[in-house]
């Protein structure tokens, strides 16, 4: 069967020639062949030859029928096996065959369209939420933030993805970057989208006031069509393989919340300082030209959800639902947001001079009123008991005492503890001392005495004039004058 541009050449030699032998002489063919080809185009009909019948011809509208069914998933052994029990005689390669042929029509007619996307400064920022590692058994959520034109990327963790921390997570990503974009895009969660009606999202009141607050747009993506926002999806995919403890990164396990947010802060160095595929540029250098799109951030966080506002006392606590909770002590004196989450009462701060503002300071376990829950990680280290405070001089002769050593600083302590007399005279005798027998010496004296609690008047002296003051002799058990048990060993016998 000759092809159709063989079937042209073979025509158009013939019309050059006018002549059928000669014709099937250059053409290579039978001279029947070019008889029949110039009686077709004389009549008037197409040069093709008709396609022959084909075995799965009847069953054509049924397998596209199966087809357009599955949206394109059903497999030709289905199809096969369904076509044999209502007769169909081909085989299963033939039934393959044209299977595959059905499917990639298909494919073609119902194959989405996509568009580029030309972004402009200032314009889109996307955010998503990626699982992340588990710290003492409690799981963790990566907030991971976008910005279409400059390629800048944020990734923090944060405690859940409830409105609250959403909110907190948007406000921090908007400092971080010096500005808000006009439109914030997302997935339709509950925080966002409450509903769909005809296919359009009914947005969260609450979310909408926070993005009126704040000047932005809030958009959401097409249901189950991740890929309207593949910049979020990127980074989500490349903080996990960074960030995520796992075998093929060699990261161990964190230990705290704190190492967490530090990994990220390294991560975010990393790839906003290295060179984009795309752009060819830094996205730090992209944003720093970007911020000039961008709208201000507002001088306070958008602050209704997250609870109630509180003052933080000098004693770094504050006082919600009648019990006391305690905060890092760097918050005496200014307000902080608190609310109940849970059994879990959060703590946020929204001081708007700090870079990282609006961020959870504080978690604690409700406790039932008129209780208290204090951290000691929120207060300086300090001594449990009063024995073990440093002596603080407060006058001339305490600091010339305590200027001598450790030693001065223990018998001062051992001295008070046992009640000793007259100590500010025995302070100066050992200050006079000083001058003649050094402050070292007169500080391991002192340093003796308080080791075997001699505090009378001459004990200094005494310990200066032994030859060897690392002699000191301790009473043994040979020495006690307690009576033992040695007359109860007859006992009995």
């Not at 394109?72 to 289905?78: F, I, M, Q, S």
């Not at 961020?359 to 009063?386: F, K, L, N």
């Not at 004990?459 to 006690?480: A, K």
Request: proline share 5%; aromatic share 8%.
């Amino acid at each position: 069967m000759l092809s159709q541009g063989r079937k042209m050449e073979v025509i158009e030699i013939f019309d050059l020639t006018k002549s059928i032998s000669a014709t099937a002489q250059l053409c290579g063919v039978d001279r029947k062949t070019v008889r029949k080809l110039i009686a077709v185009r004389s009549s008037g009909i197409s040069s093709s030859y008709r396609e022959r019948v084909k075995v799965s011809d009847p069953f054509e509208d049924k397998i596209m029928e199966w087809i357009e069914k599955s949206s394109g998933k059903v497999r030709a052994d289905v199809i096969h096996e369904k076509l044999t029990a209502m007769g169909y005689t081909g085989s299963e390669r033939t039934t393959r065959r044209v299977v595959n042929e059905f499917k990639k029509h298909f494919r073609q007619k119902e194959h989405r369209v996509y568009k580029p996307w030309v972004v402009e400064p200032g314009l889109w920022m996307q955010y998503d939420f990626a699982k992340g590692p588990k710290i003492g058994g409690a799981a963790t959520i990566l907030f991971c933030a976008w910005m279409a034109w400059s390629r800048y990327r944020v990734v923090f963790p944060i405690p859940d993805r409830s409105l609250p921390s959403v909110i907190a997570a948007l406000d921090k990503t908007f400092r971080l970057m010096g500005g808000i974009a006009t439109y914030v895009l997302t997935d339709n969660e509950r925080t966002v989208s409450i509903d769909h009606i005809a296919k359009i999202a009914v947005r969260n009141p609450q979310m909408t006031s926070a993005a009126i607050y704040y000047g932005f747009t809030l958009a959401t993506c097409v249901p189950y069509d991740p890929e309207s926002k593949g910049g979020s999806e990127s980074t989500v995919r490349v903080a996990k393989a960074d960030l995520i403890p796992g075998d093929v990164n060699l990261i161990e396990e964190y230990n705290s919340h704190k190492e967490l947010e530090e990994a990220c802060e390294a991560w975010m160095e990393t790839v906003n300082n290295r060179a984009h595929s795309v752009t060819r540029e830094t996205p730090v250098a992209m944003l720093e030209l970007e911020r000039t799109m961008l709208h201000p951030v507002p001088d306070l966080g958008y602050s209704a959800l997250f609870g109630l506002s509180r003052s933080v006392s000098w004693s770094s606590t504050i006082a919600y639902k009648g019990a006391t909770y305690s905060v890092p002590h760097n918050l005496a004196g200014s307000r902080v947001w608190v609310r109940t989450q849970g059994n879990e009462v959060v703590i946020v701060s929204m001081d708007h001079k700090n870079a990282r503002a609006s961020t959870i300071v504080a978690t604690h376990q409700m406790v039932h009123p008129g209780g208290r829950s204090i951290c000691d990680e929120h207060y300086p280290p300090r001594p449990s008991y009063p024995d073990e405070r440093p002596p603080r001089a407060q006058s001339a002769l305490e600091k010339s005492f305590l200027a001598l050593g450790h030693g001065a600083s223990r018998w001062l302590v051992e001295a008070a503890s046992a009640g000793a007399g007259k100590m500010r005279l025995k302070m100066a005798n050992a200050i006079e001392l000083a001058h003649f027998y050094g402050n070292d010496k007169i500080d391991e004296a002192l340093g003796l005495c308080a080791l075997t609690h001699r505090f009378s008047q001459d004990d200094l002296l005494s310990m200066l004039e032994r030859p060897n003051t690392s002699d000191v002799l301790f009473p043994s058990g040979q020495m006690s004058l307690q009576e033992g048990t040695g007359a109860w060993e007859d006992f009995g016998r």
